[in-house]
């Protein structure tokens, strides 16, 4: 054999076994990355842990934020059960800002950005936890616990979550997370979705790695059994268990709406629920569901639309006690007010592909083998006034948490290898 030619296939083999190698510790890495699907309630924190012990504050002078007459003091204890593909990265960034202007204490994962979902939440994943220690806001993904949570915030602490159409939830989760669910690898069609839709049970494995993202998400992220029969009575308990934990529940098809709700149970200023929309697929990469598809999609996930019908039911009835006028003033006070926001601090006034954001600072997570997911990019001049509350207002989450002072090493390390693979 030649020489050049036994180089390269010594060079071959070699690039074969470092190859392995390099695979292997990405398995190592990840398998201690992603905890296993079913851990159970057993591994949250013992029982004897001690519960939150805040400190007394100083007395806040009222604001009317809300429009009563008495005036109120704005609520700074925040639960936010971030669900996914739901707008909540949008709610995470206004959190964020409020927290960070206030100098309040964040309950943040440790390692990640998120709570070892899809385990169960429990208090010692909190960074720098120590029992008995309190903190102003929880609000990264988790699995929900909310005995674990609970002990975590003040007793007056609000308890707010955020909910989509179920058939569109799925449309979006399926196309974000559905390349790391193994079992829709063996769909063959140009139309995976509809495909899978056709005959879901066809594919469908309850313990299938992943499988959660495609099946009654909602009810998972909110720490039910995802696959229990719809007959059964725990359905509607678990329904009113979750009425009874949350003070509000939002809608993502009304989102303005529902900020202007958690204004007035929060009693925040207008300037606190500014917002640009965040973490938005292009339009090229959000297939509308057709009606017959979207019929399906409602039917497999049957738990998810329950518990969409009675919150937005119990929505409705919130938005008629606030007021339909004073709702309808409000709501197009909160958009004159975010279309100015846009006009100051957006360049091209518009959300952009990810190859076109010019600063990497504003470039957010992107689904794997793919770059679906928009951006925007900072006007270069903006006013003193201004300059601070735009940068906020559109850095993604992973930035925005790293600048808090969240440790997000595995996270970092994981941006690191996609970005070497080019994943």
């Not at 591994?43 to 400190?55: K, L, V």
């Not at 279309?339 to 360049?347: Q, S």
Request: proline fraction near 6%.
């Amino acid at each position: 054999m030649p020489l050049p030619q036994k180089k390269r296939w010594e060079s071959m083999a070699k690039g074969l076994v470092l190859g392995a190698l390099f695979t292997s510790f990405l398995l190592l890495l990840y398998s201690y990355a992603v905890p296993p699907l079913y851990t159970g309630l057993a591994s949250t924190t013992p029982e004897g842990a001690a519960p939150c012990s805040p400190a007394p504050r100083e007395p806040e002078a009222p604001t009317s934020a809300n429009g009563s007459a008495g005036g109120c003091q704005p609520r700074r204890d925040i639960v936010f059960m971030k669900t996914h593909k739901t707008a909540s990265s949008t709610l995470l960034n206004i959190l964020f800002r409020f927290g960070q202007k206030h100098g309040l204490k964040f309950a943040f994962p440790n390692g990640r950005n998120d709570f070892d979902y899809p385990a169960f939440f429990a208090r010692s994943l909190v960074q720098d936890y120590r029992p008995g220690a309190c903190f102003n806001i929880i609000c990264n993904h988790m699995r929900f616990h909310y005995d674990e949570v609970r002990g975590l915030v003040a007793p007056n602490a609000a308890f707010i979550t955020v909910l989509r159409d179920p058939a569109r939830l799925f449309e979006s989760s399926f196309h974000y997370f559905g390349s790391v669910v193994p079992f829709t690898w063996k769909l063959s069609g140009r139309d995976k979705l509809a495909e899978f839709l056709q005959d879901p049970d066809r594919y469908y494995d309850p313990r299938g790695y992943n499988a959660h993202y495609l099946r009654n998400l909602l009810f998972f992220d909110l720490g039910y059994d995802s696959d229990l029969d719809p007959s059964s009575p725990q359905v509607q308990e678990h329904i009113l268990e979750v009425e009874r934990h949350f003070h509000l529940v939002l809608l993502q098809e009304y989102f303005d709406e529902s900020l202007v709700l958690l204004k007035d149970l929060l009693c925040w200023e207008l300037e606190d629920v500014l917002y640009f929309k965040l973490n938005a697929r292009r339009a090229s990469a959000v297939p509308r569901l057709s009606g017959e598809l979207y019929r399906r999609a409602t039917a497999w996930n049957v738990l998810d639309a329950r518990l969409y019908r009675h919150f937005n039911a119990s929505f409705w009835r919130k938005v008629e006690a606030f007021g339909r006028e004073r709702m309808a003033r409000e709501v197009a006070a909160l958009r004159r007010a975010n279309e100015r926001m846009r006009r100051i601090c957006i360049d091209g006034g518009r959300a952009v592909d990810a190859a076109a954001i010019q600063d990497s600072a504003m470039q957010p997570w992107q689904p794997l083998g793919a770059k679906s997911i928009l951006g925007y990019n900072l006007k270069k001049s903006i006013g003193q006034r201004h300059a601070q509350l735009c940068r906020r207002m559109l850095t993604p989450e992973i930035q925005y948490l790293m600048d808090l002072g969240a440790n997000l090493w595995i996270t970092k390390l994981w941006k690191f290898i996609r970005d070497f693979l080019r994943w």
